[in-house]
């Protein structure tokens, strides 16, 4: 964004915050922000909650006394999709209560032009719906709602910029989300994402680190670094820098703090990138490294340019460099043309790895993608039987993993506390911990000693707290 454009968001800012003065129901206008999808779109609604406190919205989690509800939302499956249709349409009797409320539609769902023509269609009390590539215009595209009383739709494609200088409003104080690059060159099969975030485009090293820099004076205590596939970052600077690079600088900065990252694509993952997780103890020693599938012929037809001996020469390497890594992945069950032998191959590596965890998904065709034209016979109820086979091998490895842990001390970040006093702290492999703790602990590391594992949950006591 340019200087000359962002003065302009500030000045439609300025407006809207003088209409609104006079317009919200209450004392203060109140806006009531859901999220759906990946870290990612937390993000965005955490600089889009920046402009709305720049224009003088609070917030609030009830729909009902809010005069905006800004759904940001997600396109990668259709259940993500059906249930923002869902919870947008239950919002009609609250627009009939409340005539002047804003119903607002944003994220990867609004970048999508079957959408956006649904919207404009069947969904009259929507009032704005904007895509990803219009995140900054927020004041500009309220102003003109409530300007002119009419829809705005803000749907158009951009050349993809970085747009920086926008404020960010961050919902936690223990984690942060910080965005490195934005959208993705890799055009797997099954995928809707590039086309609704765009191609690939990085911060600059300074962007990035000044704002880390930021989190860390704020008291946060874990940094996640976001990119839908972080080795990329920087190839297309004007000086180029590697992600390995960016890692180690945001390590450097001086302070207690955890820093980790998302996500790694096996074809971009490089030993210079484990030497560079192994170099220093602020980098969590977590690699989240989708794999997809363990057939070959299936990551042929997803485009994903590796195969299932890089994947696991990968997982070598990175158990090389540090013995103690914990793995995650992703992985998708029944991709058109799967057979029992392909799934097979994926059940053989997922017992082969013994991942930590694993984000399993039974495949949903995206309009527009190339899967989505490809020949399908296998039936939903196999490819429901199979998931289920795949997700009760995985929860016995994770038993036994954790099973294997107990009696031993561990550090974790303390991110919560129930009610009851059971404190919930993430080790830097990503495991939760529940252990009981006085309110204090939050928002410190501590040592735990697991004690018991029941399934692939952990529980322990408290050792001591670095303060
Ligand atoms: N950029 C990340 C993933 C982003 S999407 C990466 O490449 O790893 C998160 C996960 O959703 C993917 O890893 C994939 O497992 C899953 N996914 C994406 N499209 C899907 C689809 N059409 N059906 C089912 N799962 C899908
Ligand atoms: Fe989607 Fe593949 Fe890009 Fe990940 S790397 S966002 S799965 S296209
Ligand atoms: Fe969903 Fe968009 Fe993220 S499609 S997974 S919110 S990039």
Not at 70 to 93: M, P, Q, W
Not at 165 to 193: E, K, Q, S
Not at 196 to 224: C, H, W, Y
């Amino acid at each position: 964004m340019t200087e000359k454009e962002r003065v302009y968001q500030q000045e439609c800012a300025v407006q809207v915050r003088e209409i609104m003065e006079i317009r919200a129901r209450g004392p203060q206008p109140l806006a009531s922000v859901h999220v759906f999808g990946c870290q990612q779109n937390v993000a965005d609604a955490e600089r889009m909650k920046g402009m709305l406190a720049e224009m003088g919205y609070g917030f609030t989690t009830d729909d009902e006394e809010a005069d905006l509800i800004l759904f940001n939302t997600c396109a990668v499956r259709e259940h993500a999709e059906d249930r923002v249709f869902g919870n947008v349409g239950a919002l009609k009797s609250i627009k009939r209560r409340h005539p002047t409320t804003l119903i607002a539609l944003c994220g990867c769902m609004a970048q999508e032009s079957h959408v956006a023509k649904k919207l404009k269609e069947s969904y009259p009390f929507v009032g704005l719906v904007f895509g990803t590539h219009n995140v900054h215009r927020l004041p500009e595209l309220l102003l003109d709602s409530l300007l002119h009383g009419r829809r705005v739709f803000a749907c158009e494609d951009s050349a993809g910029e970085v747009h920086e200088g926008i404020p960010i409003h961050r919902d936690g104080t223990i984690r942060a989300w910080l965005p490195v690059m934005y959208g993705c060159n890799n055009f797997c099969t099954y995928c809707i994402v590039p086309y609704v975030r765009g191609r690939e485009r990085s911060r600059t090293p300074d962007m990035v680190l000044a704002e880390a820099q930021d989190i860390v004076n704020n008291g946060f205590k874990d940094i996640t670094l976001l990119g839908q596939n972080v080795n990329s970052y920087g190839k297309n600077l004007p000086e180029p820098v590697s992600f390995a690079s960016l890692l180690k600088q945001t390590a450097e900065i001086p302070g207690d703090f955890w820093v980790r990252f998302m996500t790694s694509h096996p074809k971009d993952a490089t030993q210079e990138l484990f030497d560079a997780m192994a170099s220093s103890d602020k980098i969590c020693k977590h690699l989240h490294l989708p794999f997809q599938s363990g057939s070959d012929r299936i990551l042929k037809k997803m485009n994903r340019h590796y195969d299932r001996a890089k994947y696991l020469e990968l997982v070598k390497a990175a158990r090389k460099a540090m013995p103690d890594i914990s793995l995650t992945s992703d992985v998708i069950v029944g991709f058109p043309g799967e057979t029992r032998e392909d799934f097979e191959e994926t059940l053989r590596l997922v017992k082969e790895v013994e991942f930590t965890s694993l984000y399993t998904f039974i495949y949903s065709p995206r309009e527009g993608t190339p899967a989505a034209k490809m020949e399908d016979p296998i039936s939903a109820a196999e490819k429901s039987a199979w998931f289920t086979e795949l997700c009760k091998v995985q929860e016995e490895i994770a038993a036994r993993r954790c099973a294997k842990m107990v009696g031993s001390t561990v550090k974790v970040l303390c991110e919560g506390r129930s009610e009851k006093g059971i404190v919930s702290g993430r080790t830097e492999g990503n495991l939760v911990i529940t252990f009981p703790a006085e309110a204090e602990v939050v928002g410190h590391f501590a040592e735990v000693k697991i004690t018991n594992a029941r399934n692939w949950t952990l529980q322990g006591e408290l050792v001591k707290v670095y303060q």
